[in-house]
């Protein structure tokens, strides 16, 4: 089965840093990858890279087959949606026609909604639970209701590949976890997720694949147990710590 | 009905009613501005009717290019005045004028214009929050300030100074059907183009990357939008020289009334900008003063407080609207 997305010893420069160094992996669907490391190691370009917002100075990048950079926005988006960190709105738009924007690439406005666009801005809105919010103001949202929006304005691309930026940085364990389930059903129904995150326990217990940045390089990838053993979380983290499992989720412990 | 539509045709019955209000308001007093005498056809037909008619398609051309340029920026604070391309426009007119190409003014003014908009929203772009776009575009605005008291400094006929001084202040009096034209065919030029930036407009609600993401392509909207708002700029100025605040006010307005998206505004911005000006150019016409006071100068008291206010709110909620 081809990969929805895949990077070969990809290398990105920013000015003079180095942002990714070598980064090779492949995403297949059914796969939910969590992207942990430190701030400023890679996390986000390697997203970036990914959906073809940013450039791969070495290596090469394919989403669905083609180089994205040399996609069309609409064609791109077809393939991949993306979830930016802290996800603005501006105007005071309402959760629906946010949810809306997610059909731009068919050519649709959310004051113009074909058949299929109304069923995909319905089941997305089901499946993040926003039924009831679809008339309110962006800007009169919980952080957890907005992010919450933000994401089903993605799913309602429906796109196979998932790409998102921390979705559930801020947010209360339940409204992490319904993130985490959203994540679970999208996969299941045979697309793929790949997000990133501080929160090493969601990510051992949502992603069945890990993959531990540092410094711009992919340091370990595997299922939870065999990526983050205490010696790459003391590597990665510079402090000492554990996975813990407890029943079907993890904890993870620093000291 | 939809609220757009309610809207538009609230706007294009104020304006409609400004305009017929203009025909029969003025210093000489007409009873019956559709009476048959000669007299009666040349103040209403000749004078009055192309002054109201250019106010208010300057308005709609200074309405729709702010409502643009606040879309494409993601800034209410955002439009032709506040960032430099009327001041850039008029400096194109004016050394048109001062150097007796008064031809090439309106094509001047677009050029300059056009300058302004691709600097302003190159060094803009990554600004962060509505204020420091505005500060980029003060100092674009003193620039072209600047560089139109030199102009008028090195302008080889003196003589036509206080003239000069006098269209820079900004005025739609004694314009004719052809300044009228002019205008209306920049508006159109420019309008053609927003509306082609319409739908990167609605996608860009969700700022830069994720426009990107869903498929919006951002480099074509900035390009239409520079270009649109450059024309709309151009020709405004080019005919009644810098009128500022419509620009800010009229989807202000549009907004207040109920519409959010960027890119239903469009149109209503362009009707409550028209409006807004027509109503502003019959109250320097019927204000009691010695000398008439200048559209410009009366757009800058009333909308000069406005904007202070609109930014005072919105610094006080982090720049988030």
Redesign the interface.
């Known amino acids: 089965m081809s990969a929805l997305a895949s990077l070969s010893s990809v290398g990105v420069m920013l000015g003079k840093t180095r942002a990714l160094d070598d980064v090779s992996f492949a995403i297949e669907r059914g796969n939910i990858i969590a992207l942990l490391g430190p701030n400023g190691a890679g996390k986000t370009t390697l997203l970036?890279v990914t959906?073809g917002?940013a450039m791969a100075n070495e290596g090469r990048v394919l989403l669905g087959g083609d180089d994205p950079c040399a996609l069309?926005?609409?064609?791109?988006?077809?393939r991949?949606?993306?979830?930016?960190q802290r996800?603005?709105?501006?105007?005071?738009?309402s959760v629906e026609?946010?949810v809306a924007?997610?059909r731009?690439?068919y050519g649709a406005?959310?004051?113009r909604l074909g058949a299929a666009d109304r069923a995909a801005v319905d089941a997305a809105l089901e499946a993040c639970a926003l039924s009831h919010l679809r008339a309110r103001p962006m800007?009169t949202l919980s952080g957890g209701e907005r992010m919450r929006a933000?994401l089903a304005?993605a799913l309602a691309?429906s796109a196979p590949l998932l790409v998102l930026d921390e979705p559930t940085a801020g947010l209360d364990p339940a409204q992490a976890l319904a993130v985490s389930d959203v994540m679970g059903r999208h996969a299941q129904a045979g697309g793929a997720v790949m997000f990133s995150t501080h929160d090493v326990a969601l990510a051992a217990s949502t992603a069945r694949r890990i993959v531990l940045m540092h410094e711009g390089r992919i340091v370990a990838d595997g299922a939870p147990e065999a990526a983050l053993t205490p010696g790459a979380l003391k590597n990665v983290y510079g402090r000492n710590g554990r996975l813990e499992r407890s029943g079907g989720a993890y904890a993870a412990v620093f000291e | 009905m939809?609220s757009t539509l309610r809207v538009s045709l609230a706007l294009v019955a104020l304006g409609a009613l400004a305009l017929a209000v203009s025909l029969w308001l003025g210093p000489s007093s007409i009873a019956n501005p559709l009476a048959d005498d000669s007299a009666t056809r040349t103040i209403v037909w000749e004078i009055r009717f192309p002054r109201a008619l250019t106010a208010w398609l300057v308005g709609a051309a200074l309405g729709l290019s702010g409502a643009a340029l606040q879309g494409l920026l993601?800034n209410p604070l955002a439009d032709s005045g506040v960032l430099g391309l009327s001041g850039f426009a008029a400096l194109g007119a004016v050394i048109a004028f001062a150097f007796g190409f008064a031809v090439f003014a309106p094509l001047m003014a677009l050029a300059f214009a056009l300058l302004a908009a691709a600097l302003v929203t190159t060094l803009g772009w990554a600004a962060r929050g509505p204020a420091s776009l505005a500060l980029i575009g003060v100092g674009l605005s003193s620039f072209a300030g600047g560089l139109i008291a030199l102009a008028l400094n090195l302008a080889p006929n003196p003589g036509a100074l206080a003239d000069l001084v006098n269209w820079t202040l900004g005025s739609v009096e004694g314009r004719s059907l052809s300044d009228a034209f002019l205008v209306g065919a920049f508006l159109l030029g420019g309008g053609v183009l927003i509306v082609l930036a319409a739908?990167g407009l609605?996608?860009?609600?969700?700022?830069e990357?994720?426009a990107?993401?869903?498929?919006?392509?951002?480099a074509r909207t900035r390009m239409l939008v520079v270009l649109g708002a450059a024309a709309c700029t151009g020709g405004a100025t080019a005919v009644a020289g810098v009128i500022g605040f419509v620009g800010i006010a009229a989807p202000h307005l549009v907004?207040a009334l109920g519409g959010?998206?960027?890119?239903?505004l469009l149109f209503p911005s362009a009707l409550a900008g028209g409006a807004l000006l027509v109503c502003a150019d019959l109250a320097v016409r019927v204000l009691p003063t010695d000398t008439e006071l200048k559209l410009g100068v009366a757009a800058a008291l009333i909308g000069g407080p406005v904007f202070a206010l609109i930014a005072a709110r919105l610094t006080a909620r982090g720049g988030?609207?």
């Open positions: 970036r959906l917002l069309h926005p609409r064609a791109r988006a077809l991949a949606a993306y979830l930016p996800p603005q709105a501006m105007w005071s738009v026609s946010l924007l997610g731009f690439a406005a959310p004051d800007n933000h304005r691309q | 939809s993601r739908p609605q996608a860009l609600t969700l700022g990357e994720a990107a993401a869903i498929g919006a392509d951002i907004r959010y998206d960027p890119a239903r988030e609207e």
